[in-house]
Every structure is written in structure tokens, then in C-alpha cells.
């Protein structure tokens, strides 16, 4: 089975300031899935990305597909309070959607 | 919008102790999913279903049974609590469509607590 490496596992970041998580595969990915999770909670939906290359932005969230599929990064525009929790990347390789998961990052926003 | 309704939200049961977890989803989704999110270890799945009547094993699916009778439920029971099963277990569905259009995200419900004492 393939692995999803995430970085940092956590990290602390200022109000307002950027952050950038990372999620890296051995394999090329068919699709690559951003979750977030707050603590006690469900896991809610990002982003997806399939086609190597491609770029999502929703608010302060972007999410970046490298173009040989094997790399994705979460980027994060002058964060706040609500960004905290564990973000997922999630990741399958072909069409059945089963889905291998990142062990998360923990992002903890200072005021 | 329920979406998906995971029950019951907490259980502690003592070893050799039986259960089910529910899982019901109103989306009409196809595919069905259970995990179990462990610290420092992500999600793994357990067992899946792409569609009622049909079940299929996951990652980690010993100690664990599934079933799915009816297309918007989903249910994992555990025949003999072990203290290893102590997790929060998550039930997930989707609708993919074939194609150009690929792979569906997951919507996931809020989770399971389960202590095995």
C-alpha cells in the first residue's frame, strides 16, 4: 500500500502570519484529498486535485498538485484562530476511491 | 442536511464484549466506508461497500464485521472487544462517477469514541 508522508507534524504559528504543510507519496497519486479535523469532530472536506499540476484556492486555502502526482502542499494566507485543528491529505490510486491517509498535521493559530 | 449520523458518539466496553456501530448517510451515496483514527497513525480503513449487499476488506479488517443490507447503512460490529479496538472509528461515503469526472470526496460523519477496558 502506498504511504502519504505529512510535514511538519505540528507546528504553531503567529496570527496572520502564512503556513505551508506538505504531503509526499512514493507513488504517483490518481487523486489527492484535503481534509481538516477539529478536535472530538468529523473530518470536513478541503480540496481535491487530480490532474498533475493543478492549483485550488478556497478563502486563505490553497492546495498545490505537483506535476508528477506524487507531492501536494496546503498553504495557508495570514492565518487565524479558525484555521486550528489537524489537517489530512488523503490520497488514492486509481478509480474505487479507497483512500490512504497522511498521519495529519496538528496547526495550532497563537492570537 | 444530516449527511452522515454516525451512533452511538461514545461506548466503554469490557474484552470479550460485543457491539455495532451504525453508520447512516442520506446523500444516496454508493460507496460506504468505515476507518479507525489512532494517534500518530492517521485513518486505516477497515472495510468498505460500493454499493448494498456488498461488503470488501480494507487495511485492517481482522476483529471486525460489516454489513450493508440497505444502501444508506453501513454497520461495523466488533464480535469480541479486544483492547487494541480502543479507537475512534469513522464511517465515510461518497458517490463516484466513472470517467472523466473521477473519484468523489468522502463525507465523513463526526465519529465513534470506543474504550475497550
Known amino acids: 500500500s502506498q504511504e502519504l508522508e505529512q510535514s511538519p507534524q505540528s507546528l504553531i504559528v503567529q496570527e496572520g502570519k502564512n503556513l505551508t504543510i506538505n504531503c509526499t507519496s512514493s507513488k504517483t497519486l490518481y487523486g489527492l484529498y484535503w481534509y481538516k479535523q477539529k478536535y472530538g469532530e468529523g473530518l470536513i472536506f478541503l480540496m481535491m486535485?487530480?490532474?498533475?499540476?493543478e492549483e485550488k484556492s478556497h478563502e486563505k486555502i490553497t492546495a498545490k498538485l505537483d506535476e508528477k502526482k506524487q507531492q501536494s502542499s496546503l498553504h495557508i494566507t495570514a492565518s487565524q484562530p479558525s484555521h486550528a485543528g489537524i489537517y489530512l491529505c488523503g490520497a488514492d490510486k486509481a478509480a474505487g476511491n479507497k483512500l490512504t491517509f497522511g498521519g495529519g498535521t496538528r496547526v495550532l493559530v497563537k492570537p | 442536511n444530516a449527511g452522515v449520523t454516525q451512533t452511538p458518539k461514545f461506548r466503554v466496553l469490557k474484552t470479550g464484549q460485543s457491539m455495532t456501530l451504525l453508520c447512516a448517510q442520506d446523500?444516496?451515496?454508493?460507496?460506504m466506508y468505515w476507518y479507525r483514527q489512532d494517534p500518530g497513525m492517521g485513518l486505516r480503513l477497515i472495510h468498505y461497500s460500493v454499493g448494498e449487499g456488498t461488503t470488501a476488506k480494507g487495511e485492517v479488517p481482522d476483529g471486525y464485521n460489516v454489513s450493508r443490507l440497505k444502501k444508506q447503512n453501513f454497520l461495523l460490529g466488533l464480535e469480541s472487544a479486544a483492547p487494541s479496538q480502543t479507537s475512534v472509528y469513522f464511517c465515510a461515503s461518497s458517490n463516484n462517477k466513472q470517467g472523466a469526472q473521477g473519484n468523489q470526496p468522502q463525507h465523513f460523519g463526526d465519529g465513534t469514541r470506543l474504550s475497550i477496558l
Open positions: 486535485l487530480q490532474k498533475g499540476g
Open positions: 446523500m444516496n451515496h454508493e460507496y
